[in-house]
């Protein structure tokens, strides 16, 4: 069970350890995230997307045994689960969870499927943030992809974050760019997302993403059309927060 924890102690312990890592190396952050106790429980939280292979990797190399968290929510690309077969047969990860909505929940509040097409935020819900809670509700902390470069909603995302009262959120790759990750990719031969070279640098389910533009912000293909920009398992400061896009330009 996680531990029992104030949200003064999340919060001060988030304010010290992005002080102390500050000029640090995301390896560096990353071993501490799964190798201090302080931390407790820790669990990666992998969309399988497309820049996934990196951090996937990296946890490989230093802690193999650390649980990673895979939402299928049943309604991704064809070429997300078949990606997510190769880079699970191809690294050495020990525990990979594949995590879904209980289907009565489904059943019931998307009975024909179509919830993503009028309401998107119950859809993203139902599918992706009580799975995910329900989850992590054994770890103390989760380590995710998230990067500055990625959008304006992004822009400020330091290494340790505060989730509430609950746990301490770990964003390893905060500083890296996209030459970063690329260079990464390369020079460890990994896998890359089949749909990247299509024009998609953010992936998620199938109906609601699109191709992007050379020039645009690289998830504008997520709910094109729409003022949503996060599935909602992240949070600011303990809080689901909604940032407009022309709020964030």
Known sequence: MPRDLHQGDVAERVAALNARYRHHSATAVLEHALRDDDLGRVALVSSFGAESVVLLHLVSVIAPETPVLFIDTRMLFPETLAYQREVAEKLPLCDIRTIRAAQPRVAFEDPDGTLHQFNTDACCHVRKVEPLERALAGFDGWITGRKRFQGATREAVNFFEAEGDLRIKVNPL???????????????????????????????????TSAVKPGEDPRSGRWRGSQKTECGIHFIDGKAVRIK???AA
């Not at 990247?196 to 609601?208: D, M, N, Y």
């Open 174 to 208: 905060a500083h890296w760019g996209r030459e970063d990750l690329d260079d990464y990719m390369i020079n460890n031969r990994l896998p890359r997302h089949p749909l990247v070279a299509k024009g998609f640098p953010s992936i998620g389910c199938a109906p609601c």
């Open 245 to 247: 896009k022309e709020d």
